[in-house]
């Protein structure tokens, strides 16, 4: 698996700001999770969606393609680190 989270630079209150996603060997979104500037975080798997997050309807491009957009930066991560999120989108916090 390949993990992603990409910064989405915009002042755009209606998308999100960070996405995580897991990818299979042929680039293709397993798990996505969105984090949008009001704090909400959504997810979708190959199962669920929540807060209208949906999978890629294509693979994810290289990070070197994603990056030729100056809105995006994106980074490769550790499981671990999108396991953190992909748990803190699916079992918030209790307030």
Not at 16 to 25: A, C, H, K, N, R
Not at 49 to 78: C, D, M, Q, R, Y
């Amino acid at each position: 698996m390949i993990y992603l989270k990409v910064n989405w630079k915009h002042e755009d209150q209606a998308y999100p700001v960070v996405l995580y996603s897991e990818l299979d060997e042929d680039r293709w979104e397993v798990r996505k999770v969105e984090v949008f500037p009001d704090g909400r975080w959504t997810y979708a798997s190959e199962s669920q969606s929540i807060g209208g997050t949906v999978l890629g309807e294509l693979p994810i491009p290289s990070l070197e393609e994603i990056a030729e957009n100056l809105e995006f930066e994106p980074h490769l991560i550790s499981e671990s680190e999108f396991e953190l999120a992909w748990n803190k989108a699916v079992f918030p916090p209790k307030n």
